[in-house]
């Protein structure tokens, strides 16, 4: 085509750009484990991440890859204003937009608690934002807050502030709340504290109109245990303090005790209870799920590195030949084929079933394609779900005085002695069966509305799917006459352009 003097036009550029994520081999520039099929939107995606790890402003880095976000929120009536502490992990940003979409009555206030040394490394800090925008829109971008910790290192310039963004989040909150007659307010704690629960609070203490305000404000919280390991003791009282001013008892939702250790199998994680999340955000956000994709592979794959020393479960070994077996998918995860190492585990049985218990699903996540993530902070979201449309699936009798174990990142409630009043929601001694599928459809239909893209939006999605068969038609067409040249079956006189466009018209 050179020789021939056919300028360089956008599409050849991207067909040979196409060429490596439609090869079966693969090879490509997306994480091993991208569906095939997510491929299109996981290029633009991935460009965005590269965009936004430069620290491009994230709306920007969409729009300058054409990438569209989710319509305006419709306003609930009279919710309150939302407070966000999260550290935006998948199950963050469903929370976060869920909570938006059931109560949220103004724009939310979101603090982004990150850790670039540690768990956000990498990319992850980049590919966390590109998910949380992909899901929440310009609205989160505009509202986004961004903050490290005690001890750690602070965030990217790109994010840092000459305030204290703690005290921006105070600030940003009491205004809202305290606008015309005055709004509830919710303050939802869903990440490590790591100092910033005590700045806030000492912030709000500032405030003139905080005491008001408290009147009108709950606080729930997830505490997972690496939440409660990262949570100073000065995090804790203040949470205490701010519970005991507003009157009401913190809400803590703890996985094992919300669920009764899994009394429903299906709430042992995201993909458990919504099996097939991953069909509806393809059909309403595509590139949201190609962003948690690329989010994912990165993230999760830690978890069952074969080198892990909690990957198996306890008082097993393997036998020789299942070592050997494991030794040869290991082989796959160190070269990088994450989902190959983990089909290699998942087709023999044996293996399989020593994994830890609370690390299969992540096995079988990436050896299937399923969407991976822990429920935990969903359950945030379910309470008040729960509370309103179903009250006949949960209780709030576990209630009493909260009580923290920094060392073993645990909580509990006890009848005295505690820190402050607080009550830890549980699902019913004896859940129907449908309950399962009563939460299940709570987020799904949540997010799916949430998240959805405008009608403009969805046009751009269709027809950059449809560039990309073209491009990938021109990348194979493209191919075959390079192999032809390579095997001087053909010279660059011989080529009829004409003939090779009228094969792919769309793409002339």
């Known amino acids: 085509l050179k020789a021939a003097s056919v300028p360089a036009t956008r599409l050849q550029k991207a067909a040979v750009a196409a060429a490596p994520w439609i090869c079966p081999q693969g090879g490509g520039p997306f994480p091993t484990g991208t569906m095939a099929q997510d491929a ?125 963004n703690m005290e ?72 205490a303090e701010m519970t005991q001013v507003t009157g009401c008892k913190l809400q803590d939702n703890a996985h094992f005790i919300w669920t009764r250790k899994d009394v429903l199998p299906e709430l042992r994680d995201m993909p458990s209870l919504m099996p097939d999340l991953d069909k509806m955000l393809a059909k309403e956000n595509p590139h949201l799920l190609a962003a948690w994709r690329t989010f994912g592979t990165e993230f999760y794959a830690h978890l069952v590195d074969p080198r892990h020393k909690n990957l198996w479960a306890k008082d097993t070994a393997l036998t020789d030949e299942e070592r050997a077996a494991f030794d040869a998918a290991s082989a796959l995860y160190d070269a990088g084929d994450v989902v190959g190492y983990c089909k290699g585990i998942l087709q023999h049985d044996a293996i399989f079933q020593k994994v830890a218990h609370y690390k299969r699903g992540s096995v079988r996540c990436f050896a299937t394609g399923m969407l991976d993530g822990p429920l935990c902070d969903c359950l945030v979201f379910l309470t008040r779900w729960v509370e309103m449309h179903a ?31 607080a009550v830890q929601p549980m699902i019913v001694a004896d859940p129907p069966q449908k309950a399962a599928k009563t939460l299940a459809n709570a987020v799904m239909d949540t997010l799916a ?57 769309e793409a002339e």
């Open 40 to 164: 299109p939107h996981a290029s633009a995606i991935e460009r965005v991440v590269g965009a936004v790890d430069k620290g491009a402003p994230l709306v920007e880095a969409f729009r300058e890859q054409g990438v569209p976000l989710p319509l305006q929120r419709k306003r609930s009536q009279r919710g309150p204003v939302l407070l966000m502490y999260t550290d935006l992990e998948a199950d963050d940003v469903v929370t976060t937009a869920c909570l938006l979409q059931h109560m949220g009555s103004t724009p939310p206030v979101v603090v982004f608690a990150c850790d670039t040394k540690g768990k956000d490394a990498g990319t992850i800090f980049a590919k966390k934002l590109t998910m949380a925008t992909a899901a929440l829109g310009e609205e989160f971008a505009k509202e986004l807050l961004v903050v490290s910790g005690e001890g750690l290192a602070p965030p990217p310039d790109a994010y840092a502030s000459q305030r204290c």
């Open 168 to 239: 921006v989040a105070a600030e940003r909150t009491l205004e809202r709340a305290s606008a015309g007659q005055g709004l509830d307010l919710l303050i939802a704690v869903i990440a490590p504290g790591w100092g910033n629960i005590a700045k806030l609070l000492a912030a709000l203490r500032k405030r003139p109109d905080w005491e008001a305000v408290a009147r009108r404000t709950e606080i729930t919280m997830y505490s997972g245990s690496f939440n409660i390991r990262g949570m100073t003791k000065e995090d804790a009282a203040a949470l």
């Open 391 to 421: 009250p006949q699936l949960i209780t709030f009798d576990n209630g009493g005085t909260w009580d923290v174990d920094f060392e073993k990142g645990f909580t509990g409630i006890r009848q005295d002695g505690g820190l402050c009043p």
């Open 449 to 505: 509305v949430a998240i959805s893209l405008s009608e403009q939006g969805q046009k751009a999605v269709r027809i950059h799917a449809r560039l990309a068969e073209i491009d990938a038609e021109a990348a194979r067409l493209l191919a075959r006459l390079k192999m032809l040249q390579e095997d001087q079956a053909l010279d660059a006189g011989a080529v009829n352009l004409a003939e090779l466009a009228a094969s792919f018209p």
